[in-house]
């Protein structure tokens, strides 16, 4: 994590308005968990940190809708390189379904375009959920971010297209009933990439036959990210100097790969873009890991006949 500002030494009229010239942008880098709230878009929030910390660089790992709230990881500067593996983490959820409505977008934005006056006990409802678990074939909504021919598929549903993605495997580990009453419901979801939350409400009211739509959503976890890591977003007037202090190295969107600390020369030869031959007890025989020297993260890579390819190398200083 290294936060580095470089002055700007033109003079105040050098581009003929009076007005002083732009701050020079900074060297950000490391990863926030923002708690995002209801309302905004995953975009905005990237946006508003960004300019909050005047940096260079800034994404996100995994969108999140307006009406949800929770967890949307961003990175900054070279910590966007580790933004994948996040990414593609396991996800956490907890959910309210309304029965007796289903919707077209299968949440609260969408128009209503059908209604049940049945109503699903608890019994149920938990016996139904077994069937959603492990790898199954998941049909996104057509509200989402999908491409249908080079659009996006929520593009064409706002123009009033109708169509039917396709069904495509997703992975549940857990699925859990925390509250019931009458009209709603309250899961817990724990589930592996690409899988749309809403389109388990809809399915499940599909099931039950009594339809049903998500009328609330948050995010508790993202990769390596836990609910408890989230950080509210200061308000427009507040300094953001306390929440820059929450800034995560750098290394922090690498915390389900395994790492090696190593050498500065060993270092040096990531850097350059050799393999390194990984020695010791601890190092990994396979799969993808990270290398450090000093604290610092120095690259990452696929690990191959015992030496790890250096994939993506970092710049940062040890």
């Known amino acids: 994590m290294s936060t580095t500002e470089a002055q700007d030494a033109r003079p105040a009229d050098t581009r003929g308005n009076g007005r002083p010239p732009r701050r020079a942008k900074a060297e950000v880098n490391g990863w926030l968990v923002l708690d995002k709230p209801v309302g905004m878009t995953s975009t905005h929030a990237v946006g508003r940190l960004k300019h909050m910390f005047n940096a260079k660089k800034a994404g996100h790992a995994g969108t999140l809708d307006p009406l949800a709230s929770g967890l949307l990881p961003i990175a900054f500067g070279e910590a966007t390189k580790t933004v994948p593996f ?24 969408g128009e209503v375009v059908a209604t049940s006056d049945l109503r699903p006990t608890r019994e149920q409802i938990e016996a139904l959920l077994p069937s959603f678990l492990g790898t199954i074939m998941q049909r996104p909504p057509a509200y989402s971010a999908i491409k249908v021919n080079g659009e996006r598929a929520y593009d064409r ?10 069904a495509r495997p997703i992975t549940i580990h857990a699925l859990n009933l925390i509250e019931c009453s009458v009209d709603e419901a309250v899961l817990e979801a724990h589930c592996g990439k690409g899988t749309y939350v809403r389109a388990i409400a809809r399915d499940l009211g599909d099931a039950l036959g009594c339809l049903g739509h998500v009328n609330a959503l948050r995010r508790t976890r993202v990769g390596p990210f836990l609910e408890v890591d989230g950080a509210a977003l200061p308000g427009e007037d507040e300094d953001p100097s306390a929440f820059m202090g929450q800034l995560r190295r750098v290394e922090a969107g690498l915390g389900e790969v395994p790492g090696v600390e190593i050498a500065r020369q060993d270092a040096a030869r990531l850097r350059r873009g050799q393999a390194l031959i990984l020695r010791g007890r601890d190092a990994p025989a396979e799969g993808m890991a990270y290398a450090a ?8 890579g696929p690990i191959e006949q015992g030496a790890l390819q250096p994939y993506r190398v970092f710049n940062l200083p040890f």
């Open 86 to 109: 996040v990414q593609d983490g396991a996800k956490s959820y907890r959910f309210r379904i309304r029965w007796g409505i289903k919707t077209d977008s299968d949440d609260t934005e």
């Open 157 to 166: 549903a706002r123009e009033g297209e109708v169509f039917e993605l396709a």
């Open 293 to 300: 020297c000093g604290g610092v993260v120095v690259a990452f």
